[in-house]
C-alpha cells in the first residue's frame, strides 16, 4: 500500500495551484492582453540578450551542483559535457513538472548509472544538489535581509505583521547567516555527521564546501537577473530588491508543491512589487518563463527522446548479437561495476 503523503503533496500542490490562480486572477482581471503585449514590446533587445545570457549563468551554476556533488563521490571520469547534459534536462524537466522523483532522481539515475556510478551513489548526489541549492537560498535570503531589513514590509497586509516587521526581518536574516556559518564551520573542523531525526548531514571537505558557496548564489543571482533584466528601467526598484522578491516567490513556490510553482511565484511577485505597473512585472514574469522553464523544457524532452533512442539501439543490437564464447567468470577479489548488469537493471526498472 502506497505511503499516504503520495497522495497528500500532489492534492497540496494542485489545491495551491487553485487558491493562488484565483487571488492572481483577482488582483489582474482589470488588465487586458494587448496591456501585456505591449509591455513586453517595450523591452529592449539588449536587455533580452540580458536575459538570456541571465539563463546561461543559471543553467551553468546548476550543471556546477552536479559536478561538485561528482567530486565528493570521488568521481571524475565523467566529463563536463555529459554532466552538463544531464544537469540541464534533469532541471529543466523539475522546474516545470516539479515531480522530484522522476526529474531529481530517475532522470539522473539513468544516466549517471550508464557511467558506473551505483544507486547509492546517485541518491547521495541528488541530496547533495539538493542541499547546495537550499545553502545558497539561506545565504543570499540572510544576506538580503540583513542589509535590508524592511524589505519584507513589501508584503505587509498580506503576512502577519510579526514577519513584516524589520527588527524580525533582521534576526531571521542573522539566523540564516549563522547557520551557513555553521556549516562552514563544520567543514573546516571536519566535525562528526549532524543528526537530526532520520536527517543526517555529513560536511564535505572544505573544497567542496567553498564550491557550494559559490555555485549556489551565482544560480540564483542568474535566475534573479532574467526579471530585472525584463522589468523596465524606470521604476525598477534595483537588483536587490528584486532578487528579495524572487527569492520568497520561489521558496513560496517550492513549498506550495504547485506545479512549476504556477500562480504562487506570479502572485507574490505581483504583490511585492507596487512601484513598477502590473502589465510590466507580467511581461517579466512571462520572459521568465520563457527562459527559465519553457524554453529549457523543449529542449529536455528532445535531449530525453534521443538518448532513450541510442539505449534502446544499442540494446537492440545487443540482442541481436550471439556471444562466441561464454562470458568470462567474475573476479573474486575486488570487483569492479559490470556496466551490463548496470544497464540491464536500468531497463528491468524503467519498465
Known amino acids: 500500500m502506497k505511503k499516504i503523503s503520495e497522495f497528500i503533496w500532489p492534492i497540496i500542490g494542485i489545491g495551491a495551484l487553485v487558491v493562488s490562480g484565483w487571488l492572481l486572477y483577482r488582483e489582474l482581471k482589470d488588465i487586458s492582453i494587448s496591456d501585456i503585449e505591449a509591455s513586453l514590446a517595450a523591452i529592449p533587445v539588449h536587455r533580452f540578450l540580458l536575459a538570456g545570457l541571465s539563463t546561461l549563468v543559471a543553467y551553468a ?197 504547485a506545479p512549476g510553482g504556477l500562480g504562487v511565484f506570479e502572485l507574490i511577485f505581483v504583490l511585492a512589487m507596487p512601484e513598477v505597473a502590473r502589465p510590466q512585472v507580467i511581461a517579466a514574469l512571462l520572459v521568465f518563463r520563457i527562459f527559465y522553464f519553457w524554453l529549457p523544457f523543449a529542449l529536455s524532452v528532445i535531449v530525453v527522446v534521443l538518448y532513450e533512442r541510442s539505449r534502446l539501439a544499442e540494446a537492440w543490437k545487443r540482442r541481436g548479437e550471439s556471444p562466441a564464447e561464454p562470458p568470462p567468470e567474475p573476479p573474486l577479489v575486488a570487483p569492479g561495476l559490470d556496466s551490463h548488469k548496470i544497464e540491464h537493471r536500468l531497463e528491468k526498472k524503467a519498465v
Open 61 to 257: 551554476a546548476l550543471a556546477w551542483y552536479d559536478r561538485i556533488a561528482l567530486l565528493h563521490l570521488g568521481v571524475r571520469h565523467i566529463s563536463w559535457l555529459f554532466v552538463s547534459v544531464c544537469s540541464f534536462t534533469t532541471y529543466a524537466l523539475s522546474h516545470n513538472i516539479g515531480a522530484s522523483v522522476f526529474s531529481g532522481a530517475v532522470v539522473r539515475y539513468r544516466a549517471y548509472t550508464a557511467k558506473g556510478l551505483s544507486a547509492a551513489q546517485v541518491a547521495v548526489l541528488v541530496a547533495l544538489c539538493s542541499f547546495t541549492f537550499g545553502l545558497g537560498t539561506l545565504l543570499l535570503g540572510g544576506a538580503v535581509l540583513t542589509l535590508k531589513p524592511d524589505l519584507l514590509e513589501r508584503l505587509e497586509g498580506h503576512l502577519p505583521n510579526l514577519l513584516t516587521n524589520p527588527t524580525t526581518a533582521f534576526l531571521l536574516g542573522l539566523a540564516l547567516l549563522g547557520a551557513v556559518a555553521l556549516y562552514v564551520v563544520g567543514s573546516l573542523l571536519h566535525l562528526k555527521p549532524l543528526h537530526i531525526r532520520a536527517f543526517k548531514l555529513q560536511y564535505p571537505r572544505p573544497n567542496i564546501m567553498g564550491r557550494q558557496l559559490v555555485a549556489a548564489p551565482l544560480e540564483l543571482l542568474g535566475a534573479a537577473g532574467i526579471i530585472y533584466f525584463a522589468l523596465p528601467e524606470a521604476g525598477n526598484p534595483g537588483f536587490l530588491v528584486v532578487l528579495a522578491v524572487f527569492l520568497a516567490s520561489f521558496s513560496a513556490a517550492l513549498v506550495s508543491h
